[in-house]
């Protein structure tokens, strides 16, 4: 079968692997109907050592189940389903508690822990497959397509870095970002119903589309600059919190100067660094919180599904260009140049 | 009259100052008649330079209002009064919603932003006094008075890692440090609920006081043998909420072991650091959080005074020595050699 591989920064291939298939009586075997580019991927696109490479890529995608391992039980042949980036049994204590990243079972994991396995590709094998998958009650040609896809990553990253820094209807946000993640994150704080939702990003399709999904004010300018803009936009004080979609040390400390005394730093943009600042003259001494992380999407697919199914919300409007599984090495150069927000895969 | 001041590592000394006096409309002068030593004077006590002194010293006491500003309201000649360690009106947006220590007011803020005043004194000036001294309804001579004096700082600093950490009946807690702040952790702990409360602390009498406290189990062992052992006491998986009352790099990383994955550091021990290790690999990747900062006791003066006054509750125990303001040097060198948990003073 055909599948992506990283060979390096820039370096991106699609070529013949030896086909997926059920291994374990947890498994299932799903033929890729949709999957995409993240902007997680550009980070080893554009740092990756060859001597890092060949990896498989690709961690977002819907498909039909082809073939079920013995023990599967909630998903059949044929089942459009919809799959987590990350994968869970969803049965564990962690799970239960909705932290499906942290999942206890020996089986679970990020895609990337799964060296034969990707969601650019034909196929996949979804080791639990009754936790990861999640049914979809849609054709595989659905116009929904793009936007249940979202609730892959995109879509559930987003509504995590708003779940986890306690948006509600009493708190000014600001986004950081205005990738996929970062307007998804605007979404979802409308959604939970902040007042004020300040969209920090310069490329103007992109803020334009955040305001469709519900950002009141939107920042251009970076760095100091960018925080005295969201300053003043605050009387002052700053948001109560600061969704950070970026990941790097300049969007923390941005996040950081933009941030409300007592307020919440809520990271979901896989941090490019180890350290940071956090004691008297950063976090502590004005009380601010940290919190984030990899999201559980699992845990959000079942609130968020029936907003996309009755057209409430259309988060599928991040994908701004199409490809095919052999047209994925310019799907990343595109989102790479900014010339793509994020680009889906139709193989 | 008589005030304390810190020359320099190890050099307290108590002189003759000019006399505090009301300066501001706003402001109230209280004869001072219990004070205390802080476990965080000790981290000047051990390393200040000589350059950086003389400074006063001093931030929890109890004392008799001797006069007020032409605009003091809340506090009259003769209540007897006790002062939070920061300053604060009271009545700013940030105090409103309980978070004091970033009062908006420009005459707020900590002791030592006060160069001529200090609680380890005869008497002080009190900025803001409506806002900041609350009334005791008992005498001066007390028996109450240890435990009422802790809600200057200890407890209320205790109360906040607990409440901060988001401690209630469904958590479990670790406590690292069994200085006074660490051991009132432990009572806040246990009156929020919590179901179990480990104590990291290898002073036999303190780790008792905290075991009377509510502390169910007691750990002495630090580092990766102390992290091993809570981990041993929980089921491999650590607490929900780590109480950090120490400040230093080597408790935070104990607290990064020790803390279940999804749950809370709470920090009120004054980071002895800026930078600290919060990327894929400590917090973010297990959806860590980090909470804490300098406690706005004054929220919390009102909920904790009546089960001191009931006798629910005898914070006051943490003091296990008392000394007269001239024995103030020798009670900071009891604190540093760990001969005293906390000093009473009685001037």
Chains 1, 2 share one sequence.
């Not at 374990?24 to 799903?30: C, I, R």
């Not at 508690?97 to 990337?112: I, K």
């Not at 803009?229 to 990941?247: D, M, P, S």
């Not at 040390?249 to 100067?257: E, N």
Request: glycine content about 12%.
């Amino acid at each position: 079968m055909r599948a992506t591989l990283m060979y390096g920064a820039g370096d991106v291939r699609v070529e013949n692997v030896p086909d997926s298939a059920v291994e374990q009586p947890t498994d299932a075997l799903v033929r890729i109907t949709a999957s995409c580019v993240c902007g997680s991927d550009l980070w080893p696109y554009g740092s990756m050592s060859p001597a890092d490479g060949p990896v498989r890529m690709g961690h977002e995608f819907i498909g039909v189940v082809e073939d079920t391992g013995s023990e599967v039980t909630t998903v059949k042949r044929g089942d459009l389903v919809v799959a987590p980036f990350a994968i869970s049994d969803n049965t564990c204590a962690f799970c239960r508690e909705g932290l499906h990243t942290s999942c206890a079972n020996p089986q679970a994991g990020f895609w990337d822990t799964l060296p034969e396995e990707g969601g650019q590709a034909e196929a996949v094998r979804v080791p639990l497959a009754d936790g990861t998958l999640v049914r979809l009650p849609v054709a595989a040609d659905s116009a929904l397509i793009p936007s249940l896809l979202t609730l892959s990553d995109v879509f559930g990253t987003g509504y995590h870095a708003a779940v986890a820094g306690g948006v509600d209807e009493r708190t000014r946000v600001t986004v950081i970002g205005d990738g996929a993640v970062g307007l998804l994150a605007v979404l979802s704080a409308r959604r939970l119903g902040a007042e004020q939702i300040v969209l920090m990003g310069r490329h103007r399709a992109r803020t334009d589309l955040g305001r469709e999904f519900g950002a009141t004010d939107v920042v251009p300018a970076r760095g100091e600059e960018g925080v005295e803009a969201v300053r003043e936009l605050t009387g002052g004080e700053g948001t109560h919190v600061v969704l950070e979609a970026v990941g790097t040390m300049p969007a923390y400390r941005q996040a950081l100067g933009i941030v409300r005394s007592g307020g919440v730093i809520s990271r979901v943009g896989v941090p490019q660094y180890e350290e940071a600042p956090v004691g008297f003259g950063s976090l502590f001494g004005r009380n601010l919180r940290l919190a984030g992380g990899p999201a559980p999407v699992r845990a959000y697919i079942d609130a968020l599904m029936p907003d996309i199914l009755d057209g409430t919300l259309e988060p599928g409007k991040v994908f701004d260009a199409t490809t095919t599984l052999d047209g994925i090495p310019g799907g990343y150069r595109d989102m790479a140049d900014r010339k793509a927000l994020k680009v889906l895969v139709r193989p």
